[in-house]
């Protein structure tokens, strides 16, 4: 099997160590190349395009959010883990916005750093959306301050399908497409048709982002992005009243980590 490459850009040397032995220690992952400050890791990126690259928000010499932006415009299918200390709304707002894919927050509990860490790299790499649980709160608040939509929502809605909504869903609870593939009783192939076609009809180029216009909009509430059952009343009900979801009854997930979308 085809070892990870994985390339880290990361200040502390703790940290920059500490990740690399982590990853390292799996087996499946090879640390292709390290750097400290930003202008070196997107050489490093460059030269051995790698299948992911774990970056610090906070480097000596370039912002984080440039170093995303510059590597995912050369490099558009390297996936971006977040590795930092930073939690603050704006950063995890411009980090998804320029493109990263996963963001671990390097503030977690002890004994979860090696094991949330690695569920980041990976869920990375299965091309996936996975945001800290810890920061999860912060993410929600941001979401709900800018709950006024640009578009007629309700139009909007009408283009989805029920299928497409359910897997919009089932995705902001956290279920991974197999998963998804399983509860529906449909190939993973129609899941990611089905995803694509929500990317279009959102206007977004991943999960992650069409799950946080979905819930902008109001076509997913706040309370989808922790279920297990999603039910065909959905549709009608948001259609009918987008502010009022509480007649459904969900369940929370039990296995839920982080936010795998």
């Keep these: ?25 799996t087996g499946a992952i090879q640390v292709c190349g390290v750097a400290k400050y930003g202008k070196q890791g997107i050489e490093i990126v460059d030269k051995e395009k790698p299948d992911i690259v774990i970056i610090n928000i906070d480097l000596p010499d370039i912002d984080g959010i440039d170093v995303i932006s510059t590597i995912k415009s050369k490099h558009a299918s390297i996936r971006i883990v977040v590795m930092t200390a930073n939690s603050s709304r704006d950063t995890i707002n411009a980090a998804v916005s320029n493109g990263a894919d996963c ?35 912060i993410l929600i608040d941001s979401l709900r301050s800018n709950d006024t939509p640009d578009r007629n929502a309700l139009d909007l809605l009408s283009d989805f399908s029920n299928k497409e909504i359910t897997v919009l869903q089932l995705a902001a609870g956290g279920m991974k497409n197999n998963e ?15 995803l694509h076609n929500s990317f279009i009809k959102l206007g ?5 982002n069409a799950i946080r216009e979905a819930i902008r909009l109001g076509i997913l509430s706040f309370t989808d992005m922790k279920i297990e059952e999603v039910t065909q009343e959905t549709h009608t ?19 839920y980590k982080g936010w795998v979308a």
């Design 1 to 25: 099997m085809k070892p990870i490459n994985v390339v880290i850009i990361e200040n502390e040397n703790i940290s920059r160590i500490g990740a690399a032995a982590i990853l390292s220690e």
């Design 103 to 137: 963001y671990y927050c390097k503030n977690s509990l002890r004994e979860e750093v090696g094991e949330r860490f690695i569920e980041a790299v990976m869920a990375a790499y299965n091309n996936e959306s996975w945001i800290d649980p810890t920061i999860n709160r």
């Design 180 to 194: 998804i593939a399983n509860v529906m009783y449909v190939s993973e192939g129609t899941v990611r048709s089905y």
């Design 204 to 208: 977004v180029k991943d999960r992650l």
């Design 237 to 255: 009900r948001v259609k009918n009243n987008q502010n009022s979801q509480k007649d459904t009854t969900k369940t929370s997930n039990k296995g």
